[in-house]
Each structure stands twice: as C-alpha cells, then as structure tokens.
C-alpha cells in the first residue's frame, strides 16, 4: 500500500465520530476559520454542518450566482481564493484529480491562485476528494515543500449521510495533522478510519471500496432483472437476501433502491465512471487483473451513452434491465 512498506498490511486505527454537541462540536473552537472549496451536493452539506457547529466557514466559488445560496447555509462564500489563504485548515471536496490540482497549483491562464503558493506555512489541506493516489502523492510533496501539511480524508457515503453527519471517513497524513483535524472529522462523520502516514493509501483504500460497492449494484440489477422476467416482484427477493446473507450496508441501502426502480440523481454514472478509471488503473500497476470492474465499466460507458449520465450509480439496475430485454432502450439524440 505504501510505497515505503508495499507488502505491508493495513494498519487500521479508527476513532469514532461525534453527535453534535460532544466532543467535537466544542474541539471545533479550537480551529479558527475553515475554508472550504467545492460547494457540491456532498460539499454544500457538510460546510453547512460545520457553521451550524458555531464554526466560520469561507466557501469558495467562482460564479457569483451562487452566493445567495451558500449564504443561506450560513456560509460566508467568496470569489476569491485568497479569502482562503489565512485559513489554518483548507478543506477541498471536488470531482476529480484535475479540479484538485488546479485549485492547489492555480492557473495563470485564468488568474487563479493556488492553495500551495498562498497557504501560511504549518496550514493543513484536508482533501476530501476521491482522486488518483498519483495525484494525492503530487499534492502532499508540492505542500510539503512550502512547508504546509496534507491529509487525505476521502469519505464514504451520499448527499443524505452527508446531511446527518454518518460519512465514514478514511484518513491518511502526518499524525499530528490528523489529529489538528479530527475535530472537524468528528464533525462531519460518524467515524474516523486512520490507515497511516501516506495520504494515497486513504485514496486507494476509498476506490477499492467504491469498486466492492459498483460490482455489488451491478450483480443487484442481474439477479433483480431474472426475478423481474419471471414475473416475481423483486421486493420480497431484495428483503430475503438483505436479511440473510448479504446484510451489509451497500445491499440493503441499493437493494431497496433498485428494487423500486429508484435513479433519482445521486452518485453520478460519469463520477463512478472516473472512479472506475483509477481503480482499474491502480490494479495494472500492481499487476492485478479486476475483470468484475471492467464489466462495470462497460456497463457505464453504455448507461452514459444512453442518456443516463443524471442518473445514480443504482441506475446499473436499470441498464441490466433493458439489457434483459424488460424496457424498451430509448433512443438517445445527439445535441
């Protein structure tokens, strides 16, 4: 896992989180201003969470259409990243390895200044962000040489856990950064895994995850779509299983989903798609073949060009089905 110890096992240490008004909420107080970059339905909830703890949250964003919005979460939002800059801890939560990097190196082609050049020595970047473990490497060297620190927290869980403050969250970096930021950890999730000192192992651990949870969403739709065609209802089928042997989370939370056809927009199929790039890209590295992964992808990539891209990754189901011949597949007219 990490590139000093590569046939190391994990070493898990895990805290669990805090409800509002314990520990966390008053540790909080300690922290000065948070910045906070990437205001999304993930990001807008959880700064939202830290004002309503009492904490003053500058939220960062370039169009200024969504000001009055971010304000009514009680942040204080900004156009300017350099509101961010005397900011001791920065917490980005964005898309993609692309997004990441910009925001940490700028861009002088469109005047945008990074976090790396601006940030006060000893003040922390708390990535949030699920992307590559090349990209979080890049990013914690480039810190590290201006004297600042990094760690890697990426979350598990949706909007909705977002909201009521049940992230699980997989935290990598120096010791004493993490512990800076568990106040604001304990704030957002309801536990803290800390997997070690180098932040891509919290990055690689997150995708391998986000994989075990794709290919569980893709067999839930197959074996949905054969009750289906049998002309069963598949709720009672999705009830047994989820109540015997496959009781976990992922199972029971999409299970039920899919089984009342539910795609409302959630994790979208082209930011599970990303994922399913770097976790595949990851396993070559290390010479391991994940085939279970690439029909996932496939499976995506068919889902997007279809017209599906709004639709949350439960919509996995939903391609299973027509492939099964149960739905008609709609005919998708290019722009």
């Not at 509101?83 to 925001?103: G, T, W, Y």
């Not at 010791?175 to 803290?192: F, H, K, Y």
Request: hydrophobic share 45%; with cysteine; net charge neutral.
């Amino acid at each position: 896992m990490s590139k000093h110890q590569p046939n190391s096992p994990i070493a898990i240490a895990s805290a669990p989180g805090n409800l509002p008004g314990q520990r966390g909420d008053a540790a909080l107080s300690c922290v000065g201003e948070i910045g906070f970059v990437g205001l999304g339905h993930m990001g807008a909830a959880m700064a939202a969470n830290l004002a309503a703890s009492g904490r003053r949250v500058i939220a960062y964003v370039r169009r200024p259409d969504q000001i009055g919005r971010l304000e009514a979460l009680g942040l204080r939002p900004t156009t300017d990243i350099g509101d961010l800059l005397d900011c001791k801890i920065v917490i980005s939560m964005l898309p993609d390895d692309d997004a990441v990097r910009e925001i940490v190196f700028g861009r002088k082609d469109i005047g945008l200044d990074g976090l790396a050049a601006g940030l006060m020595p000893g003040a922390i970047h708390l990535s949030m962000s699920t992307i590559s473990t090349a990209a979080a490497s890049l990013l914690a060297s480039e810190h590290a040489r201006k004297g600042q620190g990094y760690v890697a927290a990426p979350v598990f869980g949706n909007p909705d856990a977002a909201k009521a403050r049940q992230l699980f969250i997989i935290a990598a970096g120096r010791s004493a950064d993490i512990v800076r930021c568990q106040p604001i950890l304990d704030n957002l999730g309801q536990r803290t895994f800390v997997i070690g000192a180098d932040p891509q192992d919290a990055n690689l651990v997150k995708l391998l995850g986000n994989m075990m949870s794709a290919t569980a969403l893709e067999m839930l739709g197959e074996v949905v779509a054969v009750v289906r065609k049998r002309g069963l209802d598949p709720q009672p089928f999705v009830d047994i299983m989820t109540g015997t042997m496959f009781g976990g989370r992922a199972h029971k939370i999409y299970g039920d989903k899919i089984a009342r056809q539910t795609y409302a927009a959630g994790f979208a199929l082209p930011l599970v798609l990303k994922d399913v790039r770097l976790a595949l890209a990851e396993a070559e590295k290390a010479g391991v073949p994940m085939p279970s992964v690439g029909v996932v992808r496939d499976r995506l990539i068919t889902g997007i060009a279809r017209g599906y891209g709004d639709l949350d990754w439960t919509a996995l189901a939903l391609i299973a089905a027509e492939e099964a011949g149960l739905y008609a597949v709609p005919s998708v007219t290019p722009d």
